[in-house]
């Protein structure tokens, strides 16, 4: 395969349709899941949080490249688990309490799940006693928190708090994010990592879970 791959470029032009028909094709002419994800998939989305970092595509490009890498993960996500490829690592993500954005969210989401993590979704509003049980029930590895409002970021170190309480803070690893939020603060309520974009926050993940210390 030579030159630009159609999965490679599909994704860093956002095209969902495109992407899925290159994941369908190449899967037909018996190329391996994991060369699909590592080469093409998890190179995209590098390439496109590149050109967010340059300030050479927005927002808008990032979500729609982060769908079309999700529609592609979709088709191939069973074949690497039924290989035994296992993802990077958990994320339970949600909006704080009192807090109704999901947008920075969502996307936070669908580029960690491109970048090969299991993500659980809580929403929006979720209060620090459901991150708690969500860290239980699904062993996760990183809890990341988003707020929008300043009004709404205490939620974050309560969140914190609780999940000392629920004796599992020690377990994970937490990020947070959102406009309001600074690097100054997250360290003020003990979090482990920041993300000042979505693609900051998915390099931050990738960190953490790499991290000797990290989900022991």
């Known amino acids: ?14 095209q969902v349709s495109a992407a899925v028909a290159a994941t369908e094709q190449a899967l037909l002419e018996k190329v391996p899941p994991k060369d699909l994800l590592d080469r093409f998939i998890l190179a995209a989305l590098e390439e496109i949080g590149q050109k967010f970092e340059r300030n050479e595509c927005f927002v808008p490009e990032l979500l729609i490249s982060s769908r079309a890498a999700k529609g592609a993960l979709e088709l191939i996500q069973p074949l690497l688990r039924s290989e035994g490829v296992k993802p990077r690592g958990k994320v339970v993500i949600g909006t704080v309490k009192g807090d109704l954005h999901d947008i920075g969210k969502n996307l936070v989401a669908s580029l960690l799940y491109g970048s090969g993590f299991e993500v659980i979704d809580l929403g929006v509003n979720v209060t620090p006693e459901a991150f708690v049980a969500a860290v239980q029930s699904r062993d996760a590895d990183i809890v990341a928190l988003s707020a929008l409002l300043t009004t709404t970021m205490p939620a974050m170190g309560s969140t914190v708090d609780a999940l000392k309480k629920g004796q599992v803070r020690e377990k994970v690893k937490v990020i947070v994010g959102g406009a309001p939020v600074t690097e100054v603060y997250a360290g003020a309520i003990g979090a482990d990592g920041y993300g000042r974009d979505a693609h900051a926050a998915v390099a931050v993940a990738r960190n953490l879970v790499a991290r000797p210390d990290c989900c022991q």
């Not at 395969?1 to 956002?14: E, K, N, Q, T, W």
């Open 1 to 14: 395969m030579s030159g630009i791959h159609p999965l490679y470029d599909a994704i860093v032009r956002g």
